[in-house]
T-cell receptor, first 114, second 116 residues
Framework: ETGVTQTPRHLVMGMTNKKSLKCEQHLGHNAMYWYKQSAKKPLELMFVYSLEERVENNSVPSRFSPECPNSSHLFLHLHTLQPEDSALYLC?????????????FGQGTRLTVV | AQSVTQLDSQVPVFEEAPVELRCNYSSSVSVYLFWYVQYPNQGLQLLLKYLSGSTLVKGINGFEAEFNKSQTSFHLRKPSVHISDTAEYFCAVRQTRGGSNYKLTFGKGTLLTVNP
């Protein structure tokens, strides 16, 4: 497999559930990102990991908990979400120290909180 | 810090017509510029990027963009669009160097709708 793969593609969860989103990249990149894309809003950068260390956390509520066990895998653990958390969650990867290279995105997980 | 402004949130055009999607940016440091496309229920895919050199950049699917430093613009163009070009288009910038050069700053996106 190549590129950035996200699972699941679709997820419906209740407000009391706990679930996790998974992202895997096969590009040899050393930085990974979580973005949130809501309807009629710009892309929001949530978390950034470089070499498995979190380098950015953009005031994201604690009900979202990221985990980066190695440079190829990124998780987003979800618990006690709210309906306004329904969105498309996109994972991306890039070379941390190469500003001239683009970020590669997964196809996203469409999350619906009921 | 950088910011990206995409002046049109929606652009409807007829098939085979030319299209221009506008992007302006603001930055206190030099930046690289990118255009991404997002088809419905998909992730973002790179269309093209400007790093240096010739200000006219060609990308995939017949798109091109022109970097204009004095106007801080990076408009995307296609001379003849197809129904399959219907998608959302995002302009983005990234610092060429410095502590935040890992971060892409995106515009709000322009929804291009191509009608038959």
């Amino acid at each position: 497999e190549t590129g950035v793969t996200q699972t699941p593609r679709h997820l419906v969860m209740g407000m009391t559930n706990k679930k996790s989103l998974k992202c895997e990249q096969h590009l040899g990149h050393n930085a990974m990102y979580w973005y949130k894309q809501s309807a009629k809003k710009p892309l929001e950068l949530m978390f950034v990991y470089s070499l498995e260390e979190r380098v950015e956390n953009n005031s994201v509520p604690s009900r979202f908990s990221p985990e980066c066990p190695n440079s190829s895998h990124l998780f987003l653990h979800l618990h006690t979400l709210q309906p306004e958390d329904s969105a498309l969650y996109l994972c991306a990867s890039s070379q941390w120290d190469r500003g001239d290279t683009e970020a590669f995105f997964g196809q996203g997980t469409r999350l619906t909180v009921v | 810090a950088q910011s990206v402004t995409q002046l049109d949130s929606q652009v409807p055009v007829f098939e085979e017509a030319p299209v221009e999607l506008r992007c302006n940016y603001s930055s206190s440091v030099s930046v690289y510029l990118f255009w991404y496309v997002q088809y419905p229920n998909q992730g973002l895919q790179l269309l093209l990027k400007y790093l240096s050199g010739s200000t006219l950049v060609k990308g995939i699917n017949g798109f091109e963009a022109e970097f204009n430093k004095s106007q801080t613009s990076f408009h995307l163009r296609k001379p003849s669009v197809h129904i399959s070009d219907t998608a959302e288009y995002f302009c983005a910038v990234r610092q060429t160097r410095g502590g935040s050069n890992y971060k892409l700053t995106f515009g709000k996106g322009t929804l291009l709708t191509v009608n038959p």
